[in-house]
């Protein structure tokens, strides 16, 4: 875990040759995922306009691509680890979003006009989309591969918006034993302090371009904006490599970090 986070919740990493350099591999790799039937069958969603890759970009455990290693100033912040899941691999293209496959009326307003918000790592199930924390992150890390225009599709954030939700889950699980937490039904309450981020928090477009980073606490409430017609993109669209780690510390402890 980070030692201390800012107050906004997320850190900004200035482009550094490092960087640059492990963009440039994973990208070559990128396209050849994006480019695979099977892949495209698995992941292409919204009308073929969202590309989801939950690990599908072939890095290695310390975060490495193509034989060039994660190294930089994100890694001076985060230090090394050799427990990371293939990195998720986010393609958005022009049109992003239409309503993806299954998803409710409601749903597609939400993506449509909140950036389709979200605190990672609460998992919505069953027909009804309870919510129940099953995974717990360290960290999120996005490292974006392509050159596009800033209204391309950008991580969203709402700055300082982990207090708020770090508190909910606090409420609802710190009193409890690690071992309930996955069966705690906490819809309700994340709903409500949602509903108090977007009231409260300012809503930042987090744009990037090859060779940055950026870094977000794992309670920040985050998402993607909508592509905006005027915006450019090569044919690759805005792909972005996300690296969320699970956590190795207790539940108690991660979930009153700083």
Known sequence: MIGHWPDEGYIRF??????????????RVARQVARDPSMIETWLQCEGTWFVGVDALPSDSCGGVGNVPLAGPTVDS??????????????????????RRGESDAAFRYRLNRDAAHMDGLIAEGVSKRRYLRERHDWILGLPLTETSPAASPLVVWAGSHQILQRAMIDALGHLPESEWANVDITDIYQAARKRVFAECPRIPLFTRPGEAVLLNPFLLH??????????????????????????????????QN
Do not use: C, N
């Not at 200035?14 to 990208?27: D, M, S």
């Open 14 to 27: 200035a482009w550094h040759p490092k960087t640059f350099r492990w963009a440039e591999a994973a990208r």
């Open 223 to 256: 998402g993607v904006a909508r592509w905006q017609a005027e915006s450019t993109a090569s044919y690759d669209g805005r792909m972005v490599a996300y690296l969320r780690p699970e956590s190795r510390e207790s539940g108690h402890i991660w979930i009153r």
């Open 78 to 99: 985060i230090g090394p680890r050799d427990d990371l899941h293939p990195a998720q691999l986010s393609i958005t293209y022009p049109g992003y979003p239409r309503p």
